[in-house]
């Protein structure tokens, strides 16, 4: 069992939807916990963190972690086709090293 | 522009072939890593640095190797090619004392084909 799961997708959904990315982890210990952005041939650009649990906001964005339940979750608001890209979650073991999702291909349909 | 700088973007190698893939960054970051990207399997860190002359092997180090004698460089070696090692390869970077929790910055990578 991988320590972070994430469903690859793709996820299609209308412009305008709310969409809701998940990844659950497996270590208690895991305390930071990111999301990253991929566009098309392109390297991962970081699209919000978060320490500990509790909901961050950011614009049309809001990171949410359970960690009762692990459960790492982005929300994106008012999806725009630009939205379109694979959406990378990542946790932090006690050694400093992300521990990263397999990634969730997004597809925001015009 | 700042940030992390990788080259090449493309190359094709054959069996048994060695190369060098360079990443450089101009933001002073003391933390340097290599990771590999391939479908399905996410990504997997290679080698990292956490300074000038300070090397740490990652989860798939076999067939690579770094050297860090710079700050702001931090070469990958494919010692001989194989098959296996076709992927994208990223280096990313980030303030030591911050560790990547508040993020890496990423190169755009180097697609590498072994034929």
């Known amino acids: ?110 | 522009n700042a940030g992390v700088t990788q080259t090449p973007k493309f190359q094709v190698l054959k069996t048994g072939q060695s190369m060098t893939l360079q990443c450089a960054q101009d933001m002073n970051h003391e933390y340097m890593s290599w990771y590999r990207q391939d479908p399905g399997m996410g990504l997997r860190l290679i080698h990292y640095s956490v300074g000038a002359g300070i090397t740490d092997q990652g989860e798939v180090p076999n067939g690579y190797n770094v050297s860090r004698s710079t700050t702001e460089d931090f070469p990958l070696r494919l010692l001989s090619a194989a098959p296996s090692q076709t992927s994208v390869y990223f280096c990313a970077s980030s303030p030591l004392r911050t560790r990547g929790s508040y993020g890496y910055t990423f190169g755009s990578g180097t697609r590498l084909t072994v034929v």
Not at chain 1, 4 to 18: F, H, K, R, T, Y
Not at chain 1, 26 to 36: D, E, G, L, R
Not at chain 1, 42 to 56: A, D, F, H, I, R
Not at chain 1, 65 to 94: E, G, H, N, W
């Open chain 1, 1 to 110: 069992q991988k320590e972070v799961e994430q469903d690859p997708g793709p996820l299609s959904v209308p412009e305008g939807a709310i969409v809701s990315l998940n990844c659950t982890y497996s270590n208690s210990a895991f305390q930071y916990f990111m999301w990253y952005r991929q566009y098309s041939r392109k390297g991962p650009e970081l699209l919000m963190y978060t320490y500990s649990s509790g909901n961050k906001e950011d614009g049309r964005f809001t990171a949410q972690v359970d960690k009762s339940s692990k459960y790492i979750s982005l929300f994106i608001r008012d999806s725009q086709p630009s939205d379109s890209a694979t959406y990378l979650c990542a946790s932090m073991d006690s050694n400093y090293q992300l521990i990263w999702g397999a990634g969730t291909k997004l597809i925001i349909k015009p």
